[in-house]
């Protein structure tokens, strides 16, 4: 019962970040077709504060969303960010 509750953090103040999100770096996400990491300028960028916690646990207060293309195979996506 106790691995399905949120990881608490030392500080209440400042919210764990998701596994795939590292301060300062910005992340490679995969083509879900191909698997290329290869793609096109994000655009129509949208950031929301919306505060919540991912699947495993970890905490967020904010949400991106980045439309893009992938170079490989033409495949539209959206990129999704928690922090």
């Known amino acids: 019962m106790s691995d399905l ?6 500080s209440a103040a ?3 970040l998701a596994p795939n ?9 995969r083509c879900p077709k191909c698997h290329s990491v290869k793609r ?4 129509r960028v949208r950031s929301r ?8 646990g ?3 207060t904010r949400v991106t969303w980045r439309r893009t293309k992938c170079r490989s195979c033409g ?3 959206v990129d999704v960010e928690y922090r």
């Open 21 to 29: 999100v590292e301060k300062g770096a910005e992340e490679k996400t």
């Open 75 to 77: 495949q539209c996506r």
């Open 49 to 56: 504060e919306i505060s919540g916690t991912t699947r495993d």
């Open 5 to 10: 509750l949120p990881a608490m953090t030392d």
């Open 58 to 60: 970890r905490r967020y």
């Open 14 to 16: 400042e919210p764990q």
């Open 40 to 43: 096109e300028r994000y655009h």
